[in-house]
């Protein structure tokens, strides 16, 4: 169960052959196993890889490009130099995943260890109530801190190289769908919320104009006529 955990692969022994062969060659058959596997995972990555590399390398002035990896839980970029790249038909791509995985493994694990030794320090100052020595107390347990976290790391590490390739194409494709329609979504509510604006601002326009009234002619005022007449004993009768 460990074995398909950590690096992906089944032993593939059935319990006549697990019985009749020692420890080492069980171990030699698994170890063959798993780097058939790492050798063949790696083949697919450069065939992956090389079209966009010479791509990127003829069509630009970059030196190095960054190559997005994933274990399939989490995911991280390392860096590979282009020439290198295309000289060497990818192999740069695999030293710049191994070297990219390894060092930043072991930058969080140093980082979580020394967090581990600070709360190590604090929790010894209890060693002299019992009428023990602190400092030879974190000695011991700090060692076997340092143990267990060399041993999780390598764990890590190669269990990441095992697994980790370059994120599907599938994955690419529906995540821009899902953008696609995202962008489409805001769009249409942003177009009706602008037609509701405008269709606001035109009913508040036509409610705000001003009304306009005929002035009123009195029945002594001169007739609009012109006839030079009062009102009232002209059109007014």
């Not at 700090?142 to 190289?161: A, G, P, V, W």
Request: charged residues 30%; aromatic residues 6%.
């Amino acid at each position: 169960m460990e074995l398909l955990k950590v690096f992906a692969t089944e032993a593939g022994l059935q319990e006549k052959e697990f019985l009749s062969k020692n420890k080492d060659e069980i171990v030699d058959g698994i170890f063959e196993k798993v780097a058939a596997n790492y050798r063949f995972k790696n083949t697919q990555i450069r065939e992956r890889a090389m079209p966009v590399i010479k791509d990127v390398a003829e069509t630009s002035q970059y030196e190095n490009i960054a190559i997005p990896i994933t274990d399939g839980i989490k995911e991280m970029q390392v860096v590979a130099n282009l020439k290198k790249a295309v000289n060497n038909e990818g192999q740069e791509v695999i030293l710049a995943i191994e070297k990219g995985v390894t060092l930043s493994h072991i930058d969080n694990a140093w980082k979580e260890h020394l967090r581990e030794l600070d709360d190590l320090k604090q929790s010894v100052q209890t060693a002299t109530y019992e009428q023990k020595d602190p400092l030879l107390i974190y000695k011991f347990e700090s060692f076997e801190l340092f143990k267990s976290m060399i041993q999780k790391t390598n764990r890590d590490i190669d269990s990441f190289l095992v697994k980790c390739h370059l994120p599907g194409q599938q994955a690419d494709v529906r995540q821009a769908q899902a953008r696609r329609r995202t962008d489409m979504s805001n769009y249409k509510a942003e177009r009706t919320d602008l037609l509701s604006q405008a269709h606001s601002n035109t009913q508040q326009e036509q409610k705000t104009q001003p009304i306009t009234r005929e002035k009123k002619v009195g029945r002594n005022d001169p007739c609009p006529c012109g006839s030079g007449k009062k009102y009232k004993q002209c059109h007014g009768r």
